[in-house]
């Protein structure tokens, strides 16, 4: 039986999640929601609810769920979804990874799971507020969602056990949460905060054996890998890094439009940080999860390693000939 239309809408009269439709009444995202359908079919869906939640509360853990299938799919993994849990067992040639996916969402008393959390609900924040989103709200979300799967102790299923366990985030909590960057996720996985022990010098977290944190798989991704349609101008901002000087962390502003032959290659991988664990029972071969950007621990101390250009931000705004550019949904 062929996979259900992701845009044919269904649930019984819930409330749609409103980026939900803004993408599926967007005439520029066509190409976008063609891709989107390619992939679920190619995915498959264990549950039969994936329609359902990406239409709905679910939407961005959804969207980040089918961002991994087209992540791994592209790197040259074979997903099987033939249980439940973890989301891939994922392999290639003799190597097996399997990973779970979750996103630090918003908190139910802002209105839930269906709060719009796209740029256009950023609030002004000054900068004392800022220091502390970064320095403790961000890190504090994102660890409890990783918690939460942690405790699952998913490397003790059967077709888990011997292979590395990879938890796959992303931060979708309030509007501008996206804009948030691997860098601020370094002290709570490994050195630890606030007397709390670091996530990867807990004994429960053996099992996993890296984190995988992406904040760019969003639907503007999607857009860009699909390909703008003929009339449409899409401009990508941001920041990124292509060197680390080993003293202090370094980031530079990037722009170029899209489709332009002398723009960085986007690939699935692009923007992709390993957090590497230490102290994994089942280490993750170096290499194996392709990514720019990796965090590696010897002797106490912490390097960030690159591979070709790493964004750490994405921001895009698309318009059609003769029409001032706004922001892709």
Known sequence: MSARDLFTVSGGGLLLHPQFEA???SSVHAEARSLMNALYARMGDPDGNFPADFQHDGFHSRLFELACFAYLESAGFTCRRSHRCPDFVADKGGDRVVIEATTANAPSGLGGRRRDISVRAIEDWDAAILNEKVAREFPQRVASALWKKARR???DLPQCVGSPLVLAVAPFFEPGSVFFTDEALVQRLYVGADDQLAFFNQPEVAGVSAVLFCNQFTVPRF????GVPPGTRCRRRGLAI?????DRFVGSEYSYDVGDPAAPEETWSQGVTIFENPNAHVPLASGLLPSTSRFVSRERAIFRELNGFHTLTSFMECGTDGEAGRRAP
């Open 242 to 246: 292509e060197d680390v000087d080993v």
């Open 223 to 226: 857009l860009r890998m699909a």
């Open 23 to 25: 993408l599926a009444r």
């Open 153 to 155: 102790r998913y490397d």
